[in-house]
Nanobody
């Protein structure tokens, strides 16, 4: 099992930026699909952004396209989520997730992901 440690959450005003980091405890290529879900109070966990680590292909929810960018530093076994032009509706707990199955980067079903971080809170005030 891969341990994932998140950092970078916090509070920011609407229009501001934050960068989340997710450091994996082992070689990220063993986890082909890595990225972020988020969950707001009373809502289901939803896909935000993912990267297929072998090829660097990226996937985004429509709600964050053009504002969020996911990237990876293979040498550091770390995935980043740069969040710009933040909106109040981006307020949620953000969870890093990873899985060895390529198919996880197709379905983006939380139930398919084997590895999870502890979560980091992002609060955007308007």
């Amino acid at each position: 099992q891969v341990q994932l440690v998140e950092s970078g959450g916090g509070s920011v005003q609407a229009g501001g930026s934050l960068r989340l980091s997710c450091a994996a405890s082992s070689y990220t290529y063993s986890r082909k699909c890595m990225g972020w879900f988020r969950q707001a109070p009373g809502k289901q966990r939803e896909m935000v952004a993912f990267i297929y680590t072998n090829a660097g292909s990226t996937y985004y929810a429509d709600s964050v396209k053009g504002r969020f960018t996911i990237s990876q530093d293979i040498a550091k076994n770390t995935v980043y989520l740069q969040m710009n032009s933040l909106k109040s509706e981006d307020t949620a707990m953000y969870y890093c997730a990873a899985d060895a199955k390529i198919s996880s980067c197709v379905t983006f079903s939380p139930a398919e992901f084997a590895d999870w971080g502890q979560g980091t809170q992002v609060t955007v005030s308007s």
